[in-house]
């Protein structure tokens, strides 16, 4: 088998207005759209990172049920998350878990979209001093 990409499918309760949030607030390009489903990337590449489909699909094999909102995260990395929370606050985006530094070497926030999906948005910095090495031993 030679995968060709993977990418999370979720089903969603409110495809148009989860669609309008990435396009929004992440700056996602919508790769290919029907009624029932949408597929983003990132810009300049063909190859989709999420995708998001209606309860009301046209498939519609067992499953899946329409995602609840638990045991999921979607994570973006960008390289200034203090600027992308201010951007999401002012743009009206509903904050989950405020913008704070991590001590194993992430600035990070979540917001929710309106769909339930949790993302996490997060930058790289630097560890607090020791973190790791209890890790490495």
């Known amino acids: 088998m030679k995968i060709q990409g993977i ?3 979720f089903t969603v309760h409110s495809l148009s207005m989860s ?14 759209e029907a009624g ?7 810009s300049g590449s063909a190859n989709p990172v999420l ?26 990395q960008v390289e200034d998350a203090a600027r992308a929370y201010a951007d999401l606050s002012a743009e009206g985006a509903r ?5 704070q530094d991590e001590p194993w070497g992430q600035r990070r926030f979540m917001t929710v979209d309106p769909s339930g999906i949790l ?19």
């Open 36 to 42: 029932w489903v949408v597929m983003f990337g990132l």
């Open 51 to 76: 995708g998001l489909m209606s309860a009301d699909h046209p498939s519609a094999p067992p499953g899946p049920e329409t995602f609840k909102g638990q045991g999921m995260i979607v994570t973006i």
């Open 19 to 32: 669609r309008e949030f990435f396009v929004r607030h992440f700056k996602l390009d919508v790769l290919f």
């Open 7 to 9: 990418y999370p499918l």
């Open 119 to 137: 993302i996490d948005v997060v930058e790289q910095i630097e560890p607090a001093p020791g973190f790791w090495e209890r890790y490495l031993e």
């Open 95 to 99: 904050m989950h878990h405020r913008l």
